[in-house]
């Protein structure tokens, strides 16, 4: 049935080029790609578990749910670089779907970050929660930051 919806054909990597819509898989190429992303979501977050397990409870502020989301973020900069930006390095299709959508969004945790602020104002930590709450944005959009143009630093000077 057409829709009338133009699609666009991905480029070598699987994705099509930025500002065009990206072709939908379909049929078995669907149930790959959500295998693919389910195992790394899988990988992602009992990797998560284990390092909040691994950290000690400490004083009660939410120090691994930080550390996570910001070591995450990092590791997303550098997925954007080798996977986005560098058409062929990691030359997988699935490596994005995988690498980025799977393991990171499974290893990083919106969910235990909100629960953690909830905590926060219900102990009465009324300065302590919304410096949690701003603290870990400002820190994952520095660890992106730095995650990708470390990442891109690193890509020029090998290439060289």
């Known amino acids: 049935m057409a829709t009338g919806v133009p699609r666009a054909e991905p480029d070598g990597d699987g994705f099509p ?3 065009r819509r990206r072709a939908e898989p379909s049929g078995p190429r669907l149930w790959v790609l959500l295998a693919v992303i389910a195992a790394g979501g899988a990988t992602g977050a009992l990797a998560r578990y284990a390092i909040t397990l ?3 409870a400490g004083d009660g502020f939410p120090w691994a749910t930080l550390m996570v989301n910001a070591a995450g973020s990092a590791l997303i900069g550098v997925v954007m670089v080798l996977v986005g930006e560098g058409r062929g390095r990691w ?3 699935l490596a994005r779907p995988f690498a980025g959508v799977g393991v990171l969004g499974g290893f990083t945790t919106f969910s235990a970050y909100a629960l953690d602020f909830r905590e926060l104002l219900a102990r009465g930590e009324q300065w302590l ?5 701003g603290g870990t944005v400002l820190a994952c959009f520095t660890a992106v930051w730095a995650g990708a143009a470390l990442t891109r630093s ?3 000077r090998s290439a060289q």
């Open 129 to 133: 929660a919304p410096a949690y709450a």
């Open 17 to 19: 080029e930025s500002g």
């Open 54 to 56: 691994a950290l000690p």
């Open 154 to 156: 690193f890509v020029r």
């Open 91 to 93: 030359g997988h299709p």
